[in-house]
């Protein structure tokens, strides 16, 4: 079945740091693929999302590009702030095939002033 | 309408007693999620409804868990005679109406509850 895999965390950067959050998947068709926040004490919210090979969604200076010859969706911010403490999850969704999302297990950001 | 509402934000519940989550929609939106997502784990699907008729139901899904959708409007999932192992956020989230990839599900603040 489908499945999504992030990598684990938790993630701690400092201030203005790069960020790279990895996530691949795997889908016997041709998934939506989203990443979602969810910040302390909050349910999710959408980061961004992708609909098809080589998309690149962007918001609030993230970024990430639906790679269907590596089956990824990697999450990169240039500078991080420390408002972007959170907890990130790659999911996907295949709307022809399932009528669901799946997410992977999500990944603890932690950013130091 | 400002977004997809759920009530309670909290509950803690002694084992063994009955509870009940209630989730509104966005007022246009036709299908209807419920997910359940424990400590250090992403959600997990549990059941779906479009309009208010209940299409598919995860294994997660005990015969302790029902879930409704009487009017296609708001939806209450009740867990019954609760155990420990139920201790988790409950996550709804409402999909307009569009052809596939332009689906996008917006999610609700959840219910957490703790069973002690």
């Known amino acids: 079945g489908n499945s999504v895999t992030q990598m684990e965390g938790p993630v701690t950067l400092s201030e203005e740091a790069f960020l790279t959050i990895n996530c691949t998947y795997t889908?016997?068709?041709?998934?939506?693929l989203f990443w979602y926040v969810q910040y302390p004490g909050e349910g999710l919210q959408l980061l961004l999302k992708?609909?098809?090979?080589?998309d690149k969604g962007s918001n609030k200076g993230f970024e990430a590009t639906y790679r269907k010859e590596t089956t990824s969706f990697h999450l990169e911010k240039g500078s991080v702030q420390v408002s972007d403490s959170a907890v990130y999850f790659c999911?996907?969704?295949?709307?022809?095939?399932?009528?669901?999302?799946?997410f992977g297990k999500g990944t603890r950001l932690h950013i130091l002033p | 309408d400002t977004g997809v509402s759920q009530d309670p934000r909290h509950k803690i519940t002694k084992r063994g007693q009955n509870v009940t989550f209630r989730c509104d929609p966005i007022?246009?939106?036709?299908?209807l999620y419920w997910y359940r997502q424990t400590l250090g784990q992403g959600p997990e699907f549990l059941t779906y409804?479009?309009?208010?008729?209940?299409?598919?139901k995860s294994r997660l899904l005990s015969d302790r868990f029902s879930a409704e959708r009487p009017k296609g409007s708001f939806s209450t999932l009740e867990i019954q005679r609760t155990e420990q192992g139920d201790s988790a956020m409950y996550l709804c989230?409402?999909?307009?109406?569009?052809?596939?990839?332009?689906?996008?599900?917006?999610f609700g603040q959840g219910t957490r509850l703790t069973v002690v």
């Open positions: 999911a996907l969704s295949d709307w022809d095939r399932d009528d669901k999302i799946i």
């Open positions: 889908a016997t068709g041709y998934p939506s």
């Open positions: 992708a609909t098809k090979a080589d």
């Open positions: 007022s246009e939106h036709n299908r």
């Open positions: 409804f479009q309009n208010e008729a209940q299409l598919e």
């Open positions: 989230a409402s999909i307009q109406p569009r052809q596939g990839a332009l689906r996008e599900a917006f």
